[in-house]
C-alpha cells in the first residue's frame, strides 16, 4: 500500500520558512567551493561548451565521441549556456547543481508522507540532507553528483507515492545522468515484489494471483516511464555515436587492471574513515556513525520506506565492486549521500523516541538532540567548505590551455592524460591519452600500450607530466626524438613541470 505525499494537514508555514533560510547553505557552499572544479568535471563541460556553440556532442572537434558519464548535464549545461548573455558553462553547472541539492533536500520534505513521517519529522530529515550534502575536503559542485542525488530521491519518492510512470521517467533521467541510475529500476522492481511477498503470506492463490498481476502492472507502468526515456536518447546516441553508453566504463576498468586502486579497495579502507566527522579515537566512535547505526536499525525493523535506500546501496556498491572500475573519490559521493539520510532517520528515531507521550519530561531532550544532530551536520560540511581550496591542479592546466591558445592552431592535435581543463579552456583537438574522450585509444590502453596514441595518432602537440611520464617508452628506438622537439616547459601541479613538444615531421608516424 502507498501514501499520497499530500495526505494530511498542510505543512506550517514555519516549516516552509525553515526550508527556506536552510537553502541559504547549499548556496553558500556553492561560492565557498568557487569554480576550480575537479578536471573530469570539465570533460562534461567541454561537451556543453561545445553543444552551446552549435557544434554538436564534440570534444572541441568531430567526430561527435561520447566520453562523459553524464549526458543529461551536458545536455542541461549546454541549453543554458546557449542563451543569450549566460554565464559561462562552469558557473552554469555549480549552480545547477547547487539547486539539485536544494532539491533533494526538498524532496523529502514534498514526499514526507510517502516516507512515512510527519510534518516534523519531514523537516528534520530535509533540513539534514541540506546541511550534510557536503563531504569533506572534497569539491562536487558543478559534477554530476547533485543532480544525480536530487533524481534518485524523486524516483523513489514516486515509486513510494504511486507514481509509476512517473518515478521511471525519473528513473531514465537517473540514468542519462549516471549509468548505474539504471539500478534504481531493479530497486523498484525488488520493493515490488517484496510487497507482493508480504501480501501472498495472508493471501489465497487467488489474492495472490491478483497482488501479482496489479504489482506487475505497476513495475510496468515503470518500465515504460524509464524505456521511453532510453529510446529518445538511443534515437540520438545511435547516429551520433554508434552506441548508447559511454565509453568510460570500458576505460575506468582499464585502469584498474593496469594497477590503479579500485572502488572496493578505496571503500574498504579509505573512504569510510573520512565521513563520520570528530571521533573519540576509532573513525566509527562519532555521533554520525552512531545516528547512521540507529537509522539503519529503523529501517530493518519499522520503516519499510526506507529499506529501498538499503536496497540501493547494496546495488550501487556491489555493482562498482563487481565491474572492478578505478576508484575515482567521487565513486564515494551517493554513498556517503545515501548514509546521510540513514544519519536523518537515526536523528529522527531518537527525536521520536524522546517526545513520546510516556516520555513527556524527555521532550526538551529530543529538541535539542535535534539541534545538536543539525548543528553538528552543519558544523562538519561548513569546516569542509571553508577548508576547500579547489582542484590543485587547477592554475597549472588553465596556464597550459592558454599557452596552446597563443602558440597552436586551432586545428592542431594535443596529445595529454588529464584533458578537462585543457578541453575546457583551449580549442585545440585533444588526444586523451586515457581513452575517456579518444575511444580508438582503449583497446591499447588496456593492453598497457600506453605510447599508442602517440605513435599512432601522431598528435602536433604531446604534453609530458611528472605524473604520467611516458617518455621513457616513447624515446625507445629513437622514433620520438626524431619526430617531436621539446618547444616548451610550464610549471606542472604539485612540482616539477609540464614540457610541451612539438611535432617536427608532418606526416611521419612510428610503427604500430
Not at 84 to 112: E, Q, S
Not at 430 to 443: F, K, N, Q, R, S
Request: proline share 5%.
Amino acid at each position: 500500500m502507498t501514501t499520497s505525499a499530500t495526505d494530511g494537514a498542510p505543512a506550517p508555514r514555519l516549516a516552509w520558512a525553515a526550508l527556506l533560510l536552510a537553502s541559504l547553505f547549499p548556496a553558500w557552499c556553492a561560492l565557498g567551493q568557487g569554480f576550480d572544479l575537479n578536471d573530469d568535471a570539465y570533460i562534461t563541460l567541454t561537451y556543453a561548451k561545445n553543444l552551446a556553440a552549435g557544434r554538436g556532442f564534440v570534444f572541441n572537434h568531430p567526430p561527435a565521441t561520447f566520453g562523459t558519464t553524464t549526458p543529461l548535464l551536458a545536455l542541461l549545461v549546454g541549453a543554458l549556456a546557449a542563451l543569450p548573455r549566460a554565464a559561462p558553462a562552469d558557473a552554469l553547472a555549480v549552480w545547477l547543481t547547487t539547486v539539485a541539492w536544494i532539491a533533494a533536500g526538498w524532496t523529502f520534505f514534498i514526499f514526507r508522507r510517502a516516507w512515512g513521517l510527519g510534518d516534523a519529522s519531514g523537516l528534520l530529515v530535509a533540513l539534514a540532507a541540506l546541511f550534510g550534502g557536503w563531504i569533506g575536503p572534497l569539491g562536487v559542485l558543478g559534477s554530476e553528483t547533485f543532480l544525480f542525488h536530487a533524481l534518485l530521491a524523486l524516483t523513489l519518492s514516486l515509486h513510494l507515492s504511486g507514481r509509476d510512470a512517473a518515478a521511471g521517467l525519473a528513473g531514465g533521467l537517473l540514468f542519462l545522468t549516471r549509468g548505474e541510475g539504471g539500478l534504481a529500476l531493479g530497486v523498484i522492481g525488488a520493493s515490488l515484489f517484496g510487497q507482493w511477498l508480504a501480501a501472498a503470506r495472508r493471501a489465497d492463490a487467488r489474492a495472490r494471483r491478483k497482488a501479482a498481476a496489479a504489482l506487475a502492472l505497476r513495475l510496468g507502468w515503470s518500465a515504460l516511464g524509464f524505456g521511453a526515456v532510453f529510446a529518445l536518447w538511443t534515437l540520438y546516441a545511435y547516429p551520433t555515436f554508434g552506441h548508447a553508453l559511454p565509453a568510460t566504463l570500458a576505460a575506468k576498468r582499464a585502469q584498474a587492471a593496469l594497477g590503479w586502486p579500485t572502488f572496493a579497495h578505496e571503500l574498504m579502507t579509505n573512504w569510510w574513515r573520512g565521513w563520520g566527522g570528530p571521533a573519540l579515537g576509532h573513525p566509527l566512535l562519532s555521533l554520525w556513525w552512531a545516528l547512521v547505526s540507529v537509522g539503519v536499525v529503523a529501517a530493518v525493523w519499522s520503516r519499510r520506506q526506507w529499506r529501498l535506500w538499503l536496497l540501493w546501496l547494496g546495488a550501487y556498491a556491489g555493482g562498482y565492486a563487481a565491474l572492478g572500475v578505478a576508484g575515482y573519490w567521487w565513486y564515494q559521493v551517493p554513498i556517503f549521500l545515501a548514509l546521510q539520510l540513514f544519519f536523518a532517520l537515526g536523528l529522527v528515531t531518537v527525536v521520536e523516541w524522546l517526545t513520546a507521550a510516556r516520555l513527556e519530561k524527555l521532550r526538551p531532550a529530543g529538541a535539542a538532540v535535534a539541534a545538536l544532530g543539525l548543528l553538528w551536520s552543519l558544523a562538519t560540511s561548513a569546516r569542509a567548505v571553508a577548508t576547500y581550496q579547489g582542484d590543485w591542479r587547477a592554475d597549472s592546466y588553465r596556464a597550459l590551455a592558454a599557452w596552446f591558445r597563443t602558440h597552436a592552431r586551432p586545428t592542431d592535435s594535443v596529445a595529454f592524460h588529464e584533458v578537462g581543463y585543457l578541453g575546457f579552456y583551449s580549442e585545440q583537438r585533444i588526444v586523451d591519452l586515457c581513452g575517456l574522450t579518444t575511444p580508438e585509444a582503449i583497446p591499447h590502453f588496456a593492453r598497457r600500450d600506453l605510447a599508442w596514441p602517440i605513435r599512432v595518432l601522431a598528435p602536433e602537440w604531446y604534453v609530458a607530466s611528472p605524473t604520467w611520464d611516458l617518455l621513457p617508452t616513447l624515446r625507445e628506438g629513437g622514433w620520438f626524438d626524431a619526430t617531436y622537439r621539446r618547444v616548451a616547459a610550464l610549471p606542472a601541479p604539485g612540482g616539477g613541470e609540464l614540457q610541451i613538444f612539438q611535432r617536427i615531421c608532418a606526416n611521419d608516424t612510428a610503427p604500430p
